[in-house]
């Protein structure tokens, strides 16, 4: 008998004992829910290890401190268990949700997706959420009767769909990206509906995750200070508070108290318009959440204003920055020196990833160049061109 979580008290919450189950049958487990099996699943796999050393904005040898996408996921795992808790939601299926979401993020932030799907023009692009999506259903290689990790419908439709609907109104399967359409015909994810609420806080609690360790990691590079913090709305007022409750303090401390605040209030504007929206619509199950014809899960008109305010800060002072300019570009190199190379000489990849190539310069080639880059950890990156570039370099392998 398929086990249900006892936390998902809400009318509207996933059931992991309603699962649409899992592609290819397996026999339930007798300790785990459905959903605490995926979030399992995803934490071994692979793809979650090499988060540890993949970054957003800085390269992971630039210092010991910075996020990485594997602590990241972690704070949004944390965050989406706390919200989906208050809600009423299955905090399992939410967990997991936020531990896969950037899984197919390439090396090197933004700018190495950027890199790749440039590579990628006329072989399908680059998308990473398709990429998340192939990692889960195809690339990861641990079971013996199928590709992929076979998790369950809901999982992988609130990884597709986490930031809504991926058609509408006069769109087809020809405007998704490859992997997501190709594998529509496999599975129907019904995308064009809402995925569920779960998915839908997930993906909010990456906005908030990210906006404030950015704010975090960028104060630690210097690279704006908290008088420049001070003229963002909400996040001004979070430093002034910190700043006269505790005069005297060490910087660090009042950084960490004003960002620790920040995802107090962010998460609360959340948990409040949710209730709010639910409230209006009343969905009595999540199918009612899916058919619904906006979010559910939602800042505050307020809330939505101040969030934007600090990404174009944080667009303009962190990601923009000269010293970060200078470290994506040669990021960008690095991605397009070795997808030049390899699409035009597949015989340079490791012998398992030969396997499925056409020939040089083939569109299978690219698709599975394409696949090997956006698995490089930075590290194995920058190491990978430099043992293939750099002629002073005795390293083959």
């Known amino acids: 008998m398929a086990l249900s979580n006892p936390a998902a008290t809400a009318a509207f919450a996933s059931r992991a004992e309603r699962s649409r189950g899992r592609l290819f049958e397996e026999p339930e487990s007798r300790t785990r829910t459905s959903f605490q099996r995926d979030r399992d699943r995803i934490i071994h796999s692979a793809g979650f290890r090499r988060l540890k050393h993949k970054t957003q904005v800085f390269v992971y040898h630039e210092g010991d401190y910075y996020r990485t996408r594997l602590t990241h996921s972690l704070e949004v795992a944390q965050i989406a268990r706390s919200v989906s808790r208050v809600l009423g939601l299955d905090e399992d299926l939410a967990e997991a949700l936020a531990l896969a979401h950037d899984l197919g993020h390439t090396p090197f932030g933004h700018a190495g997706e950027e890199a790749l799907d440039a590579c990628m023009e006329g072989f399908g692009g680059f998308d990473h959420n398709a990429q998340t999506l192939r990692i889960l259903t195809k690339l990861e290689r641990r079971y013996p009767r199928w590709l992929g990790l076979n998790l369950t419908w809901e999982t992988l439709e609130g990884i597709v769909k986490h930031n809504g609907p991926l058609i509408g109104a006069g769109q ?116 009612d959440v899916r058919a619904a014809s906006m979010p559910l899960a939602a800042f505050s008109e307020e809330m939505s204003e101040n969030d934007a305010a600090l990404k174009q800060f944080l667009f303009k002072r962190m990601y923009r ?24 000489e597949p015989d340079l990849l490791p012998p398992e990833w030969q396997e499925g190539c056409d020939g040089a310069g083939g569109f299978k080639t690219a698709r599975r160049v394409c696949d090997f880059i956006a698995g490089m950890t930075d590290r194995f990156a920058i190491n990978e061109h430099k043992r293939l570039f750099d002629l002073h370099d005795e390293r083959v392998s």
């Open 172 to 287: 087809s399967m020809d405007d998704l990206p490859r992997a997501i359409a190709e594998y529509a015909e496999v599975q129907d994810l019904e995308l064009g509906t809402f995925a569920s609420l779960e998915a839908q806080v997930a993906a909010l609690a990456d906005d908030i995750a990210y906006n404030n360790h950015d704010i975090d990691d960028g104060l630690r590079a210097e690279l704006f200070t908290f008088d420049d913090l001070l003229a963002v709305p909400l996040v001004g007022d979070a430093f002034r508070a910190a700043f006269d409750a505790y005069p005297g303090v060490e910087p660090k401390i009042i950084k960490h108290e004003a960002v620790r605040s920040l995802i107090g209030v962010m998460v609360r504007d959340l948990i409040d318009e949710t209730g709010a929206r639910l409230q209006k619509i009343k969905p009595q199950s999540v199918e």
């Open 321 to 344: 920055h000269y010293k970060v300019n200078r470290s994506m570009s040669k990021a960008r190199r690095i991605v397009q020196e070795l997808f030049a190379l390899f699409h035009g």
